[in-house]
């Protein structure tokens, strides 16, 4: 199993900045796959950012070039500092990790979410 724990949410004016932070409870060499979703009122969760295979980090389009996500491997904690925001970046952050047991079974963990709140 890995617990995650997200922190850094809070309000913000558009034009400003916030860093999500993500604990995990293991090491982040054994999770295969790490990411962040969020999810507006009324819409569905979406991707926002993952570390896809090799070192490769994948972000939507809607927050390329705004939005960074990074590691620590030495405190199992990935990040997403998050530059220029909108109003349209509203919304509940969570963090994901994808585990794959034997090869085969997929195991997916979320964390509770952080609100992010942009105004205008």
């Known amino acids: 199993q890995v617990q995650l724990v997200e922190s850094g949410g809070g309000l913000v004016q558009a034009g400003g900045s916030l860093r999500l932070s993500c604990a995990a409870s293991?090491?982040?060499?054994?999770?295969?796959?790490m990411g962040w979703y969020r999810q507006a009122p009324g819409k569905q969760r979406e991707l926002v950012a993952a570390?896809?295979?090799?070192?490769?980090?994948d972000y939507s389009d809607s927050v390329k070039g705004r939005f960074t996500m990074s590691r620590d491997n030495a405190k199992n904690t990935v990040y997403l500092q998050m530059n220029s925001l909108k109003p349209e970046d509203t919304a509940v952050y969570y963090c994901n990790a994808v585990v794959v047991v034997g090869g085969i079974e997929s195991q997916s963990y979320w964390g509770q979410g952080t609100q992010v709140t942009v105004s205008s």
């Open positions: 293991r090491s982040l060499f054994s999770i295969n796959a």
């Open positions: 570390f896809t295979s090799g070192s490769r980090t």
